[in-house]
């Protein structure tokens, strides 16, 4: 016997919002916890992912607005941008100066990137769950961590290297996308 798809899909989903905001509503649980944490967490997060790709693609429900071609390029260039948000962040350059949160900004691109093309009852649950997440998870962090004080400058190579990276990155996403069966464009 095996789960419907849905159920599946908001399991993953909690796993993943639980273990990203446990050290945020927990914060001395999870330093209890130790380097055992760490794994466990990461356990959560890794078997979130796979239900919510699991719940997703078996998942069935109504459809409210189909993809438009429209559509299609405004996702692909919130995609873009929020690839670059996620290198953005992690190499440090000039946009993760700007603001606070370039990485949990590009999920919330990414959510409503998704969102613009798949008009359906499973990517609500999915792409607007994720999307709710990044929004509680920038106010906690904002609330807890206080007054925010911008990295220091990089040298303008990380900038490029930020560019290069998003460019490799989104050509292998769009690349799973179609080996999955989903053309990217179009």
Do not use: C
Not at 143 to 154: I, L, M, N, S, V
Not at 158 to 165: D, K, N
């Amino acid at each position: 016997m095996t789960l419907p798809a849905f159920p599946l899909l908001a399991l993953g989903l909690i796993l993943w919002i639980g273990a990203h905001l446990f050290k945020r509503v927990a914060p001395a649980a999870r330093t209890a916890l130790g380097d055992r944490g760490k794994a466990a967490i990461t356990f959560a997060l890794l078997l979130g992912i796979v239900l919510m790709v699991i719940g997703y693609r078996g998942a069935e429900g109504t459809f409210y607005w189909s993809r438009h071609p429209a559509l299609v390029g405004i996702n692909n260039l919130l995609m873009l941008v929020s690839v670059y948000l996620f290198a953005a962040s992690g190499m440090k350059t000039a946009v993760a100066r700007w603001f606070r949160h370039p990485m949990l900004a590009g999920v919330l691109l990414w959510s409503v990137a998704h969102l613009l093309v798949n008009g359906d009852t499973p990517s609500f649950l999915l792409f607007g769950g994720m999307a709710v997440w990044a929004l509680a998870e920038m106010a906690i962090i904002s609330a807890q961590d206080g007054r925010w004080t911008p990295p220091p400058a990089k040298p303008v190579k990380f900038e490029f290297m930020a560019l290069a990276g998003t460019v490799i990155v989104y050509g292998a996403i769009a690349g799973a996308h179609y080996a999955l069966g989903y053309p990217t464009f179009g």
